[in-house]
């Protein structure tokens, strides 16, 4: 004997009715509004940590606030200040850079003049880096650089990791002849212009 399995013909069989209901569609509505929400929050985390890492590692705007640097850089100036260059290499004399100032803990533009182990001497208005006098073409002609105190001579010794800064508007600029020299570690990078 053989047994017969039944077969179904697919016409033959009644039409199984939707069992959808109000509820399951609506749960389905708001786990795609929950799943779209979610992307929507990792998108912004995301956004959020990338400003942060780029505005704090990278780059970031700076606006120029006084005249310390006049005639080269304007007050109201907008730049982007490179915060990754010196972690390739160390600062170099001649770079306009953001800085953390010492006098007041704000942050200045000022541009390095003597790197760590330089000397800077300041005489009837001239600047001698390690006793040659500077050439400073990027100055108004006949700008004159004095000592805080205008009576003396003044010479820096700049140490390890130290370095001498000065504003270019040499008669309008708080800087390394009234604090010394820099750290390093205050030096935030040099500006992009």
């Known amino acids: 004997m053989s047994a017969a399995t039944p077969t179904t013909d697919p016409r033959s069989i009644p039409a199984k009715p ?5 509820a399951d569609t609506a749960s389905a509505a708001a786990r795609r509004l929950l799943r ?19 505005s704090r590692y990278f780059l ?9 640097m006049v005639p080269t850089l304007s ?15 160390a600062p170099q004399r001649s770079d306009i850079v953001v800085l953390r100032d010492p006098s007041d803990n ?31 073409a990027y ?3 006949g700008t004159p650089t004095f000592p805080e105190s205008r009576q003396h001579d003044q010479l820096i010794l700049c140490g390890k990791a130290q370095y001498f800064v000065l504003g270019d508007n040499r008669q309008n600029s708080i800087d390394s002849r009234t604090y ?10 040099p500006i992009i212009r």
């Open 60 to 68: 970031q705007s700076v606006k120029v606030v006084g005249r310390s």
């Open 139 to 141: 100055l108004a002609p």
């Open 18 to 22: 939707s069992t959808l209901s109000f």
């Open 180 to 189: 010394g020299p820099v750290p390093r570690a205050n030096l935030l990078g």
């Open 75 to 89: 007050d109201s100036q907008y730049f982007l200040l490179n915060r990754w260059v010196y972690y390739v290499h």
């Open 106 to 136: 704000g942050f200045s533009v000022k541009r390095i003049i003597a790197v760590p182990g330089d000397s800077v001497y300041l005489r009837d208005g001239c600047v001698y880096l390690n006793g040659c006098k500077m050439d400073e």
């Open 36 to 54: 779209q929400a979610l992307q929507c929050l990792v998108i912004a985390v995301l956004a959020a940590a990338s400003y942060y890492l780029i």
